[in-house]
């Protein structure tokens, strides 16, 4: 550029004259602004491309178009007023219903579970008790794996790089793979039931704690470590005394991390044949049995409430106000 | 120094052991801090050994069907062809292929060596009155047999006598059918009902005399109607089939073979080539081949069975296959339109997963930005609009993605819609609460310098709070994104849209394991690409704001 038209560019913008040097630096940081400014609506644009086409997309594929089902938005919660409120509480606890007219609707006493010859569970606490149960065990069961698979994937303490990469990828696969199939092949080969949840969920589990244990463990203080090497320690005891102690508590408390979110996965898988309250919600939910689904819905919501309070708690307990932050 | 004062002592055992009487709480735990590990470990037994009541987890694994799960794994690679060779009780043999096998139509492939005899056959005597009705049910069988030039003046058993003769030729001829032509027995001439009373009762039908079937290198099944000779390696099995339904395997049953109760089927094991199910009245035949069959074009296709490079040279300057279409156009719409495969529709359902992961996390972090600023203490000095908000995510984590998943497949119907609606709901919950937990913990001090230069408060978010939080809402948006592209799949199954409940209903007919395999081969790639996207912008935005 020249230099009559450099000082016209800066005459142009008004104010004192600025010279040759000045006028540089003021264009290049115009021209930076610029840039930055294109980059922004570019993205911003191209975001909104991606947006509207997504949108378009998701809505032609769709059984029911957006703008013509809105109006029946809430058909679902009118569909699923029970006859009275007191509904929801025998479905709840299994009491008898005045409606009963021997249809599966109102059987609630059906569902029971006894324990002796009066005293029972209700068939949905029961349905509960399982899906959790399912979740603490795969959340135990991960827990082990993951904690065995975990220092040998952490760069400090694992020096050969083909040992740590493949315990990697393998517990990148074990966590990318869809847990819909395991839990299907396995309905296959066993029954439907809980079980195929369980290993469905385990495996998940392994991959995902695996990957958060061996961050925790690379972020770890190593003197104790070096201490423990300079003494002699076999790696198993440099792992077991030097590691093991000051990783414990942020192991437990991802643990606990993923038992909410494992509470939650078995009863999605519970509702594609892995048993529990995910299947009864599901049946319900398609039979139309409105008090029924409302007390499992209830009984499911307060659940999960309970079991995130009572980790949060126990999680302070153990590691302080250590924020868990996903994806740091 | 205080190191400098105290001269280097040696302790003895002695003083050791006093110096531990001295101070037992630092050298000895307090009983239930040592027991703590211990009692942890044993309640961790206990509550597995209660599930493995609870879940009857020893009954299941007994009663499960482990030769089952062998078979469904190998069809993830690797696929079954499955002639039966079916055998009369006058010893007659024909075969017979599955409906939708994947060798086509008329499937003639060369590990099977076909003889083929011509044999009189007693109609039965429920056909005995109308030789038409045998002609009905050969036309029936595999081997159909058609005559072109059955006319409508021959009599019934000299039609029958023909279509003999003319057996093997134009199998799809539905002039075989000489009963159903056109005027043929009744307008013909009234001898055909008088010939029909007396017809004979026994016809020459073209039927299988013996076949063989190689299951591999050094594997072969011989099979006669009344003998089957079963060769793995450098053994062999000789099974009598008859008199009577009876199945004699003629000396010991090597390992390989098995015959559950005496006289019934025995099935022979060739490994991962194929098993052998021998009965009296028919040979299964299962070979496996690895692979997956017909991926590309499936077996209506024009272009199916051909090489690669046939197949590009037809489409490169081929003959028009279809006269309306060009050959490129042509193969990709046999590609697309794979009846085994259904490409198509795999990868519309493919999309349609991402979309809902993607819309979903999109829109809920939008939403939750703002909400996330009311909801932080901090920012917003009102501790009833603070905590109303708390809830308000609370309450949409805690209702369940399934439950939100099933509410909208009712409200819109299943597809896509429902899943971006219910990973909208349930991640704006997530994303709000951690976003605000980030507003909490932020620096204070930028904020205390914008404000205090008497900036609007609009600009005391900007300039003071955004710049320290926007790369973390970033990149927990971009987690959640890559982790809800493997919920998506899942809550696909309960009607919500996406590959989820393609890939349920493969698995449902269990007959369908290869396209499970393809279905989460896509699946794979797909999170491994979006997992390395966002990794990279992650790093990117992270990296940029630490120091």
Known sequence: MSLASVNSAAQSGGGPRLSPEGALVE?????????????????????????????????????????????????????????????????????????????????????????????????????????????????????????????????????????????????????????????????????????????????????????????????????????????????????????????????????????????????????????????????????????????????????????????????????????????? | MIRSNIPAVTLGDEDISAIAARHPDVFANRPWRRLHGPAVIAAIALYSVYCWFFFGIGKVLNEANWDIAGNYLADWVSYEIRPDFEIEPDGAMFIEWSRFSPLGAAPDPDWIDLTHGTMERSSGSDAATSSASVAEKAANSFMMPGQPGTGAQETVSEAAGAQTAGARDAADQESGFSFMAPGAPTASNPAAGAVRETAPQSIAEEVITRAVVRLGADNTVTITPTLVTLTRGAESLAVRLGPGEVVTPEGVLPDWAQQRYAGRKVVAFFGFTGRVEVDYDGVKVRHRFLGWENFVFDARSPFWGRSAAEVISLVMSGERLDPSRSNLALAWNNILYNADWQHLDVWTKLLQTIVMAFVGTLFASVLAFPLAFLAARNITRNRVLNQLNKRFFDFLRSVDMLIWALFFTRAFGPGPLAGISAIFFTDTGTLGKLYAEALENIDDKQREGVRSVGAQPVAVQRYGVLPQVLPVFASQALYFWESNTRSATIIGAVGAGGIGLKLWEAMRTNQDWENVAYMVLLILAVVFIFDNISNALRSRLMGASRP
């Open chain 1, 27 to 328: 264009r290049h940081w115009q021209e930076l602004t610029l840039r930055r400014r294109i980059y922004t609506v570019g993205g911003i644009v191209a975001l909104l491309v991606v947006l509207s086409a997504s949108l378009w997309f998701a809505n032609e594929s769709n059984a029911g178009k957006f703008f013509d089902r809105l109006p029946y938005f809430f058909d679902f919660f009118i569909d699923l007023a029970p006859r009275e409120p007191m509904e929801i509480w025998r479905a709840l606890f299994d009491l008898p219903s005045p409606y009963y007219d021997g249809s599966f609707q109102y059987d609630y006493p059906a569902g029971r579970v006894y324990l002796t010859e009066t005293f029972y569970v209700p068939e949905y606490f029961y349905k509960m008790l399982e899906t959790l149960n399912i979740a603490i065990l795969s959340t135990l069961i991960g827990f082990t794996f993951g904690f065995l698979l975990c220092f040998v994937a952490a760069r400090n303490l694992v020096t050969n790089r083909w040992i740590r990469g493949s315990v990697r990828r393998l517990m990148e696969f074990l966590r990318a793979f869809p847990e819909i199939v395991i839990a299907g092949f396995f309905v296959a080969i066993l029954t439907i039931g809980p079980i195929p949840a369980i290993i469905a969920v385990s495996i998940h589990t392994v991959g995902s704690l695996g990957k958060m244990f061996f961050e925790v463990v690379e972020n770890a203080d190593m003197r104790p470590d070096e201490g423990l090497r300079a003494v002699g320690a076999s790696w198993i005891e440099r792992v077991w005394f030097g590691m093991v102690p000051q990783v414990l508590p942020n192991f437990t408390s991802y643990a606990l991390l993923r038992l909410e979110i494992n509470v939650r996965a078995s009863t999605i898988i519970g509702a594609v044949g892995g048993g529990g309250i995910g299947e009864v919600l599901r049946l319900s939910i398609s039979r139309g049995h409105e008090a029924k689904t409302l007390a499992i819905i209830l009984l499911l919501f307060l659940t999960i409430v309970a079991v995130d309070q009572f980790s949060a708690w126990l999680r302070k307990r153990l590691v302080g106000e250590q924020a868990f932050e996903f994806g740091r």
